[in-house]
């Protein structure tokens, strides 16, 4: 589907519109069918993987020599908040796709290529494994450990909440080199998930359970030098800035879901001969929320038109961690109103309300927390906040 879209001069942007079709079109056909039961189960279902490849919809931003679509990261933000709509899980398996494979795609060296290819072919699931039990928001305290042994690396250390990590076939792993260096001496590594030494273990979420989570331990697992990637500290963070961008067009996705439903359920729902909406404090949460979906949309684009007019990422960081942080703030507005809004019927498996609430509690939580993007806006503003 992507491919019709390709054909464009240099420099045009692709058509928005078209695009946004198409990923409305793909979430309905590929998202609405698979999520419930994914839900339920906690198991993510490899066929959207596929499906999503076939669209053309992994490796959006990757150049097309490599067989990718070379869009920008606004359409990587479209696709977000489409997919989300429907439901704001599915979708990060290709967010996952988009941050690891991007890391591969400019930091891996020419062996790393081909896997990028597979991956944009739907033949190679990556994950990102940054994440420790030790090393949550601090992640310059990583300690997994990378050591050199002749022409191999021998990988030893634990990492905690890695998304798909139990299907992938390759790891996209955050490891020590020197600890002498500190945060400047760390590397990211290619591993694949079947490697000796290396076991998975799923952990019991009540959020985004068709994407589960894993602890992942490594015990003398040995990686070829040649899968070392040449990005350190400094690449990471302009990856998760970007990663931040899409997680606040997930959850525009997902309050816009919330806002439909709660405006539904508040004017079909009759108590004391009237529509509960019919009350100011109920209309006055709709009002809310969608002040909410408005401002959360203005941030998360404006910021993303600028990453792809080609400014400087550090110049950018106020922005992008602007939007995730009020992203994350009016979800989690938005969902625990509309549970409100649905009463004690809510709190029952009847009506979708609690879903929607657990899953935005993701929110403040993933790609640097509430607490952090504070930390970071602060600074930004010239504040020595620690
Ligand atoms: C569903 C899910 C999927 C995930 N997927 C991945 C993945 O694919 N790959 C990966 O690498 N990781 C992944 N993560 C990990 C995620 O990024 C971490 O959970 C996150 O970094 C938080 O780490 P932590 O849980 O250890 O919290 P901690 O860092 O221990 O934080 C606990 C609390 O302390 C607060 N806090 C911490 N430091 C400060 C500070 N300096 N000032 C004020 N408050 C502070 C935090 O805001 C938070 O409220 C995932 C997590 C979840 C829940």
């Not at 949550?136 to 990378?146: E, F, K, L, M, P």
């Not at 050591?147 to 909440?161: E, S, T, V």
Request: charged share 20%; net charge negative.
């Amino acid at each position: 589907m992507v491919a019709e879209l390709r054909t464009r001069a240099p420099g045009e942007t692709v058509d928005s519109v078209a695009f946004r079709d198409m990923c409305r079109k793909f979430a309905a056909a590929e998202v609405a069918p698979r999520w419930e039961e994914a839900d339920r189960d906690s198991h993510f279902p490899i066929e959207f993987y596929h499906a999503a490849a076939r669209a053309g919809l992994i490796g959006m931003t990757a150049p097309t020599a490599l067989g990718g679509a070379g869009l920008g990261v606004h359409e990587t933000v479209i696709f977000m908040e489409e997919g989300s709509k429907i439901n704001p899980n599915l979708p990060v398996s290709v967010l996952i796709q988009e941050i690891a494979g991007g890391l591969l795609a400019e930091f891996g060296g020419d062996g790393l290529q081909d896997i990028v290819r597979r991956n944009i072919a739907g033949e190679c699931l990556l994950a990102l494994a940054v994440t420790e039990p030790e090393a949550g928001n601090d992640i310059q305290n990583v300690r997994c450990s990378a050591r050199r042994d002749g022409d191999d690396w021998i990988i030893d250390g634990q990492k905690a909440f890695i998304s798909l990590a139990g299907y992938a076939d390759v790891l996209v792993v955050l490891a020590q080199t020197d600890p002498s260096k500190g945060r400047h001496g760390m590397s990211f590594f290619a591993v694949d998930r079947k490697s000796a030494g290396i076991t998975t273990r799923q952990l019991a979420t009540y959020a985004n359970r068709p994407v589960p989570t894993y602890g992942v331990d490594f015990k003398d697992v040995r990686v070829p030098a040649e899968r070392q990637l040449s990005g350190g500290f400094r690449e990471i963070m302009a990856g998760f800035n970007r990663e931040r961008l899409l997680v606040a067009g997930r959850w525009l996705g997902h309050m816009q879901h919330a806002m439909e439903w709660a405006k539904d359920y508040a004017q079909t729902r009759h108590q004391f001969g009237k529509p509960i909406g019919s009350n100011q404090s109920i209309a006055f949460m709709l009002a809310q929320g969608h002040v909410d979906v408005e401002a959360t949309r203005s941030l998360t684009y404006a910021a993303a038109r600028r990453w792809d007019s080609g400014v400087p990422i550090k110049d950018i960081v106020l922005e992008v961690s602007s939007a995730k942080l009020f992203a994350t703030q009016a979800v989690y507005r938005v969902t625990q109103n509309a549970l409100h809004i649905g009463g004690g019927w809510g709190l029952t498996e009847e009506l979708p309300a609690m879903r929607m609430a657990l899953d935005a509690l993701v929110a403040p939580v993933t790609v640097g927390s509430y607490e952090i993007q504070l930390r970071v806006i602060a600074r930004q503003l010239g504040l020595p906040c620690d």
